[in-house]
């Protein structure tokens, strides 16, 4: 915007130099309309005097232009059909009911309407203040279990979905999907990033060799106790 005004500025003032300019010129063709001039020399006069004035259309054509933009961007009409909160609905009724309004919604331009832009936890959308119309969504669209599972099932290699188990879980705060294949444990968001996996099969076999360990030195301390009877 600083340097449109900075644009509109300049050609103000070349306009205003050139009008400054046409007058002296004019002044000198009157006080020499008053001797006698040569052919050649009013012919001369007459073509500065004719680039001149297409030079100042030129320049007005342009302050015509940038005018036009600039009130292109004025603050928009805030006139309107739906009111703040009626877009919030509209808003969150589209991304998610579990998506949070952090600030009222505002009048802005968007691509030439005058929309409302509605901050959510997880993006931003620009309603037609008017129709009600989606003009722009930003949050990212939710998945369902069965898209988890098929997602989980991708990032293990290729894995059928259907022999997937899939709950609801909580990871860093947030609730996931959480999928299970056999021994492993995929965490899904509910945009469909994977953003934890587990093995379990390490836990059973770590949960195995320890009792197997007790059961092994149970076993011979049985064996040391008989040995000590049959001393007696």
Known sequence: MNKRMVLFTSIFLSV???????GVVKTVTARQSQAAISPNLQAQIDAREAEYAAQIEAANQQIRL???????QQPVNESSKISPENAATIAIQTAGEDELLLQLPELVSYEGKT???????????????VSGEILFNGVPAR????????????????????????KIAVSNGSEVFQVT?????VFVDKFGNVVQA????????????SNSSGQSGYSEHD??????????
């Open 181 to 185: 294949f056999n021994d492993y444990l």
């Open 16 to 22: 205003f130099l050139l009008v400054v300019i046409g």
């Open 223 to 232: 064996d040391d106790h008989d040995e000590h009877d049959d001393d007696d």
């Open 198 to 209: 587990q093995v379990l099969q390490y836990a059973n076999a770590s949960t195995n060799s």
């Open 143 to 166: 998945i369902t279990p069965e898209e988890a599972a098929e997602i989980a099932g991708i990032y293990l290699g290729g894995m059928d979905p259907r022999y997937a188990t899939v």
């Open 66 to 72: 940038l005018s036009e933009q600039v009130q292109g």
């Open 115 to 129: 929309a409302y832009e509605v901050q959510l936890t997880d993006g931003v959308l620009f309603i037609d203040s």
